[in-house]
């Protein structure tokens, strides 16, 4: 299978590591509007400098390939996804799915109306820590998830273009933590309510700091706070998570898990292993639904509900009310 990767700079890096060490994809070519950039990588990465075009529209008209995979700045991806689902071409994108709903929802109806396959790159439901979690909530033997708590404090510097986003913790990086916990509950929310703010000390331009409250379908409630300009004690990044449930308390606390029934001793649960995480396993599933029809999870049509969340959690900052839930 080979796919053109639109944006090789920034997390494009990490699309590069997962092609180059993949068995079963290869490039077709790639595209990246910053010559500086593209010279980088090339040397960086050994790449064929005459198989980096300036547009997409120049890649697509001087090679053939089965898929692009979409590393654009959010405000392009509408764009890049519309032109290559126009064209027959599946796109396996990064997140967020778009930078707006409209865009989204545009996404979306082009999917549908094509047939052709976008899903969006959710890498945080493939990660070991994360996949413990979920197999013993899945289990069921600590009952019914009554309530969950969720803390996220990191401080990264990334410069560029999200530390000019009006809510960068929300929308670039809460939207991996909101899709989990679809993931993880298997509900979708019906209301949100929420604020956020900046701290004097912040370097982002718009708020880096949030509290939200979320009422899941079945009454359970998730209770989500979090910093993207925290200067110590930093959580890992798939956060801290607590799920309050019938018959004790499931914990994934610095990426272990663990769980205590009521009135017994916590238990430290064995990490499963898995053959493939991150990025190898979201390009792999994009193989397997592009040459073999297999449905990938994350598909555009369902990731949208994911990407809900962030706009109306964004509504509730606004408008200071809450917010039923859109998606």
């Given at each position: 299978m080979k796919v053109i990767q639109v944006g090789i700079g920034g997390m494009g890096n990490a699309w590069l590591r997962a092609v180059q060490a993949s068995p079963t994809v290869t490039y077709a070519g790639f595209v990246e509007v910053n010559?500086?950039?593209?010279?980088?990588?090339?040397?960086?990465?050994?790449?064929?400098?005459?198989?980096?075009?300036?547009?997409?529209?120049?890649?697509?008209?001087?090679?053939?390939?089965?898929?692009?995979?979409?590393?654009?700045?959010?405000?392009?991806?509408?764009?890049?996804?519309?032109?290559?689902?126009?064209?027959?071409?599946?796109?396996?994108?990064?997140?967020?799915?778009?930078?707006?709903?409209?865009?989204?929802?545009?996404?979306?109806?082009?999917?549908?109306?094509?047939?052709?396959?976008?899903?969006?790159?959710?890498?945080?439901?493939?990660?070991?820590?994360?996949?413990?979690?979920?197999?013993?909530?899945?289990?069921?033997?600590?009952?019914?998830?009554?309530?969950?708590?969720?803390?996220?404090?990191?401080?990264?510097?990334?410069?560029?273009?999200?530390?000019?986003?009006?809510?960068?913790?929300?929308i670039d990086m809460s939207i991996h933590h909101f899709d989990l916990m679809r993931f993880l509950l298997g509900r979708d929310p019906v209301s949100v309510y929420g604020r956020s703010w900046n701290p004097p000390w912040s370097w982002f331009k718009g708020d880096a700091s949030a509290a939200v409250l979320l009422e899941f379908s079945g009454g359970i409630t998730v209770s989500y706070d979090g910093s993207w300009c925290s200067l110590g004690r930093e959580t890992p990044w798939n956060a801290h998570w607590r799920f309050e449930c019938s018959r004790g308390v499931v914990s994934l606390v610095g990426d272990e898990v663990i769980t205590q029934y009521t009135d017994r001793e916590p238990v430290t649960v064995e990490t499963v292993s898995l053959p493939r995480t991150g990025q190898a396993y979201l390009l792999d599933e994009f193989y397997q639904a592009v040459m073999h029809g297999v449905a990938p999870a994350t598909t555009c049509q369902d990731n949208i509900k994911s990407l809900g969340i962030v706009f109306d959690v964004v509504q509730s900052f606004a408008t200071g009310a809450v917010v039923g839930a859109t998606a």
């Open positions: 010559p500086t950039i593209a010279a980088d990588q090339a040397a960086k990465y050994g790449l064929d400098r005459s198989l980096i075009f300036p547009t997409l529209t120049d890649a697509l008209a001087a090679v053939e390939a089965d898929g692009v995979i979409n590393v654009t700045p959010p405000q392009f991806h509408r764009e890049v996804s519309l032109q290559a689902l126009e064209a027959g071409i599946p796109v396996l994108s990064e997140k967020p799915l778009a930078d707006t709903m409209a865009a989204a929802q545009d996404i979306v109806d082009a999917a549908n109306r094509t047939g052709v396959l976008h899903m969006v790159a959710q890498n945080y439901r493939y990660s070991p820590p994360i996949q413990t979690l979920r197999r013993v909530l899945a289990s069921e033997e600590f009952g019914t998830v009554g309530s969950v708590t969720v803390e996220f404090f990191r401080g990264p510097h990334f410069g560029g273009f999200r530390e000019e986003m009006p809510y960068p913790l929300i």
